[in-house]
């Protein structure tokens, strides 16, 4: 679904359910991203 993209498919998919759910901003998304990325 996500090709080429620089990360899963599934953290996509939990950043999207964030931002919908909590109206987070694309910064505060980021943010979430680079923890998860870095958590790996």
Do not use: D, Q, W
Not at 8 to 37: H, Q, W
């Amino acid at each position: 679904m996500f090709k080429g993209c620089h990360f899963p498919s599934e953290v996509i998919l939990e950043t999207v359910r964030y931002y919908l759910a909590y109206k987070l901003s694309y910064r505060e998304i980021g943010f979430i991203c680079i923890k998860v990325r870095n958590a790996t």
